[in-house]
């Protein structure tokens, strides 16, 4: 890969629009135009987020750089209740990146995208020199509409509501760090990468008092109680017995002596939701592919403090701090 016009213009059209392949890409204006009737028709509210992607590997068991980019997005907008719509990608790429990888990446962008059913409408992409960058970094954006009288937010949690995973924990957190470090395990770890755009709309098609809902990136599960605590004023309680985690987590976390409610999530979010509704929801949530291990981990206390215990193994009861620092770099 080298630096010029015309071979930036040629990567742009054989990798980019040739994979791509949408209208507002194709007609190589500086912007998308995106009909505001489709935008109107679908909801109230615009979400709009954004996101860069640096992890390393680039490519991993479940995955790769170019469907994390799209799937963070969408799932950052799905979680807040939006229908995603539009994403923006920019790419920035550092000399020497094998354009076989920079293709299959970029095919797993737009494989992601068909699957979330969103469409990715304008970019950007920038060469720089070799030992500038660190292979490949990507940033997207997207758009989405929230429905009128959807409304889920951390600080909404009330004592008595329980909390729900959409499925096992740590997934992501540990294919990642078992291909970084090469780990002889046996049991086949695969990220967890997916988008959860589906799961969302069928959870809220159910009517359910839905409070709030994150999807466990980086800090998981651990991360998104203490933000739930946090916004309501309310400690809540995890149970240890009803975590689902993966014997094969279970493995790393006892070598390297981490715990999996620390480890990121691709593809799984945290919801919280009044008690008398958590059980029928998680058994709509278990008819979704994306849902299927879902089940309730645990409840909001009336304590007026703000704190996560998780409630042990063997019955005692420990506070659930968060990592002092960064568990594991370039995860996302």
């Not at 920019?90 to 797993?108: D, M, T, W």
């Not at 998981?220 to 975590?243: K, P, Q, T, W």
């Amino acid at each position: 890969m080298v630096l010029g016009g015309l071979a930036m213009r040629r990567l742009i059209e054989e990798v980019f629009l040739a994979t791509f392949d949408t209208p507002e890409l194709a007609s190589m204006e500086d912007q998308a135009r995106l009909p505001l009737g489709d935008v109107i028709a679908s909801g109230d509210r615009l979400a709009f987020t954004t996101d860069s992607y640096v992890i390393d590997p680039l490519e991993f068991p479940g995955g790769n750089i170019g469907a994390l980019a799209v799937n963070g997005t969408v799932n950052d907008l799905a979680v807040g209740g939006a229908s995603p719509l539009y994403l923006s990608c920019g790419f920035i790429i550092e000399e020497g990146l094998p354009l076989e990888q920079l293709r299959r990446i970029v095919e797993a962008m737009r494989d992601a995208a068909e699957q979330a059913e969103v469409r990715i409408v304008t970019g950007d992409t920038k060469v720089v020199p070799h030992g500038k960058g660190d292979k490949l970094f990507i940033n997207t954006s997207g758009i989405g509409v929230i429905a009128p009288g959807v409304e889920l937010a951390a600080h909404r949690c009330r004592p008595g509501d329980r909390v729900i995973v959409s499925g096992t924990v740590g997934d992501h957190g540990a294919a990642v760090l078992q291909a970084r470090e090469d780990l002889a395990l046996e049991g086949g770890l695969l990220s967890d990468c997916r988008s959860l755009s589906g799961l969302v709309r069928d959870m809220l098609s159910t009517g359910a008092d839905i409070r709030a809902m994150r999807d466990a990136t980086r800090g998981g599960v651990a991360a998104v109680v203490h933000e739930f605590s946090s916004a309501s004023g309310r400690a809540i309680r995890l149970f240890e017995d009803r975590l689902p985690v993966r014997p094969e987590v279970r493995g790393v976390c006892e070598i390297l002596g981490l715990d999996a409610l620390h480890f990121a999530n691709e593809g799984k979010l945290v919801a919280v939701v009044a008690a008398a509704q958590a059980n029928w929801l998680v058994a709509r949530m278990r008819q979704h592919p994306a849902g299927r291990d879902a089940c309730v981990i645990g409840e909001v206390l009336p304590d007026v403090s703000v704190q996560v215990r998780l409630r042990t193994l063997m019955g005692g009861e420990r506070l659930l701090d968060l990592p002092v620092g960064e568990l594991l770099p370039r995860i996302c």
